[in-house]
């Protein structure tokens, strides 16, 4: 049985930016990142990114923009040993109230039809709350924030919280090592 794990993109594969992130050249992984989806990758884990890019909806970059910085993010993570099974994004503003921007689960649940994926079984990684509260409202078993990017503010975010992360991991190294040992047998 294939096991999934959901990852947020910036703030957790990435460096983040309040300006977003709009060209390849801004894209910089966290370190030990793609070391960490190799990890993940190599014990049996089909990774899949889901991620809002509201910089589609503000006209910030286009779609070709945004398709090669894709790239660049799985030709690093392929170097490193490990691969992407698919990237799904919300491309809309929170203005839009889609049913695909975190923290609705809509990106999760595309994957889900998509890959027939047990959810009970699924983990997703975060950096925000509004990736914990997708990845709960979705169904996934496990909840992971990470302390990069925006994961120390989260913290004390979701401390008053209902959906309170499963664990909580400096980085997504640390958090891959955690998957791998506590959630590889299901």
Not at 48 to 74: C, D, H, W, Y
Not at 121 to 128: E, I, T
Not at 142 to 160: D, E, R, S
């Amino acid at each position: 049985m294939d096991r999934f794990v959901f990852l947020d993109r910036d703030g957790v594969i990435n460096k983040d930016s309040a300006d977003y992130i709009k060209t390849p050249s801004e894209f910089e992984f966290i370190h030990q990142s793609p070391e960490a989806i190799a990890l993940l990758c190599q014990n049996g884990f089909s990774v899949i990114v889901v991620t809002n890019q509201s910089l589609i909806g503000r006209k910030m970059a286009s779609m070709e923009t945004l398709s090669a910085i894709f790239q660049k993010m799985t030709r690093g993570i392929e170097d490193a040993g490990g691969w992407i099974t698919d990237i799904f994004f919300c491309p809309h503003t929170p203005q839009d109230l889609c049913a695909c921007r975190k923290p609705a689960p809509g990106l999760i649940l595309a994957a889900q039809k998509k890959y027939g994926i047990d959810l009970g079984s699924a983990c997703m990684v975060g950096d925000k709350t509004t990736d914990i509260d997708c990845g709960k409202t979705a169904g996934c078993s496990t909840t992971i924030l990470v302390k990069t990017g925006y994961g120390k503010t989260a913290l004390g975010q979701l401390a008053q919280e209902k959906h309170r992360p499963d664990h909580v991991a400096q980085n997504l190294y640390d958090a891959a090592v955690w998957i791998v040992e506590h959630l590889k047998n299901p």
